[in-house]
């Protein structure tokens, strides 16, 4: 699974004149974090709209989940949390409140239990957060408080709009307790001693097959089916040796 910020694509510019800038963004995350201003100059690129608001709009995963979307204007700063690895603990929501300035509702109960394994997708709007409206005449908002791999962001929602994040979790060396990297280390050198002991035994059950064949009947004959029979020489050799001495009076010698 893939960790950290994983950018899918980037666009920036307006509904008619827009620009691709998915690898410069790709470039702009260090460490599992992007921070930046909007602006043609940051994205460098010539400005497809001049005179006109531009919009960056980016497609990204988180640990390798579902797509997410964020859309930024010019002049506005993007900011994402996502450190590898080493941290990783999926989506962990803090606190959330619904409402609009003076009057914000705790709703961090209700958004909680629509996470389920680091993701969340919501439609903000009175109903979703599980409270009346406040306000009919006022434009609400949705303020979220959350972690990713344990890093701490933060994002506004407005009414009306989706809050979508995915961040499932990451499976980790760290998150292995040292008895259990203990018990795997011995588990893989136990199965490595009897994969060269069993080795060691087919190998001398062929041996063995050709050298009795050497002596009765045909040293081809016993090797192939000590060769395809894995340790016939051992279950196989001694029940045919005791019945050509039953009916024999040549004794064979192996």
């Known amino acids: 699974m893939s960790t ?14 827009s620009t691709d800038v998915t690898k410069l963004v790709a470039s702009l995350v260090t460490d599992g974090s992007l921070k930046f201003t909007v602006s043609p100059t940051t994205l460098n690129v010539n400005d497809p709209a001049p005179g006109q608001l531009k919009t960056l709009t980016i497609n990204y ?4 989940g579902q797509d997410n979307q964020i859309a930024k204007n010019d002049n506005d700063v993007v900011s994402l949390d996502a450190p590898p690895i080493r941290l990783a603990s999926g989506l962990q929501i803090i606190k959330a409140e619904y409402g609009y300035t003076g009057n914000f509702t705790d709703v961090t109960d209700v958004i909680q239990n629509q996470t389920n394994n680091g993701e969340i997708n919501i439609k903000v709007s009175p ?10 005449n006022k434009q609400k908002e949705l303020r979220v408080e959350y972690t990713i791999n344990g890093k701490k962001s933060s994002d506004t929602i407005k009414d009306g709009a989706s809050f979508k994040l995915s961040a499932p979790p990451s499976e980790s060396a ?31 059950s062929i041996f063995t097959a ?8 045909s040293p081809m004959l016993w090797g192939a089916l000590a060769f395809f029979l894995p340790f016939y020489s051992f279950w196989g050799l001694p029940g045919i040796t005791f019945l ?8 064979i010698i192996v």
């Open 4 to 17: 950290g910020i994983s950018i899918v694509r980037a666009v920036y510019g307006t509904s008619t004149a």
């Open 61 to 64: 995963t988180i640990n390798g």
């Open 127 to 136: 109903s979703s957060v599980g409270i009346p409206d406040p306000n009919p």
């Open 174 to 204: 760290s998150n292995t307790t040292p008895s259990q990297t203990v018990g795997t280390v011995i588990g893989m050198l136990f199965k490595a001693v009897a994969y060269f002991f069993g080795m060691f035994l087919y190998t001398l």
């Open 210 to 217: 050709i050298e009795y064949g050497n002596q009765f009947i």
């Open 244 to 251: 050509v001495r039953l009916f024999s009076s040549e004794d």
